[in-house]
C-alpha cells in the first residue's frame, strides 16, 4: 500500500484541526503542488484557475497551511517571503537563492554529511545547551543568467 500523497496528508491534517479542504485551499494547495519553487503570496494568486480567489484569500489560505506546518517560509533576498510544501509533504532539500535577481532554485537533496550535522549538533549542544531538530540551508550568490550578464558588464568596463 503507497503512503498517502501530500494533497490527502494535507486534507487530513485540515480535518484533524477543524477546517475543511474549501475550492480556494484546494486551488493554492494545487498551485504550490505543481510549482516546485517556492512562491510568493502574489505568485500563487497570479496561478490560480479561478481568478475570482481574492488575495486576502490566499494569504487567509497561507496561514492556516502555516500553522499546520505543512508549508514553510523561504526569504528571498530583498525581504520577500516565500512559500513551499513543508519537507514531510516534499523532498528533503535546500536552497540557491540569486541575491541580484531573486530567483530561488532548489538543491535537491542534503550537501551536509550525517557526520557533519551531528558534529554541528555536538557544538551547538556544548557552547549554547541548543539541540538541533532540523536544518535549512540557503546559499546566496548568482544565477547562472545574472552570472553571465555581470560578466558582460565588466567586460564592456575594461578599456
Given at each position: 500500500m503507497?503512503?498517502?500523497?501530500?494533497?490527502?496528508?494535507?486534507?487530513?491534517?485540515?480535518?484533524?484541526?477543524g477546517y475543511r479542504l474549501t475550492a480556494p485551499r484546494r486551488q493554492v494547495l494545487d498551485v504550490l503542488l505543481a510549482s516546485g519553487t517556492p512562491l510568493s503570496a502574489a505568485g500563487i494568486h497570479r496561478r490560480l484557475e479561478n481568478r475570482r480567489i481574492n488575495l486576502a484569500?490566499?494569504?487567509?489560505?497561507?496561514?492556516?497551511?502555516?500553522?499546520?506546518?505543512?508549508?514553510?517560509?523561504t526569504d528571498a533576498i530583498g525581504g520577500e517571503q516565500r512559500f513551499e510544501l513543508a519537507d514531510p509533504l516534499g523532498a528533503h532539500h535546500h536552497h540557491l537563492i540569486c541575491q541580484d535577481c531573486g530567483r530561488i532554485e532548489d538543491l535537491e537533496g542534503c550537501p551536509l554529511e550525517e557526520r557533519v550535522l551531528r558534529a554541528v549538533?555536538?557544538?551547538?549542544?556544548?557552547?549554547?545547551?541548543?539541540r538541533i531538530v532540523q536544518h535549512d540551508l540557503r546559499l546566496i550568490g548568482a544565477c547562472a543568467d545574472c552570472d553571465r550578464a555581470g560578466r558582460r558588464r565588466r567586460a564592456r568596463r575594461r578599456p
Open positions: 503507497r503512503p498517502p500523497g501530500p494533497r490527502s496528508t494535507v486534507t487530513a491534517l485540515l480535518a484533524d484541526r484569500s490566499v494569504y487567509r489560505t497561507i496561514y492556516v497551511l502555516l500553522r499546520l506546518e505543512a508549508l514553510r517560509v549538533n555536538r557544538r551547538v549542544r556544548r557552547s549554547r545547551r541548543f
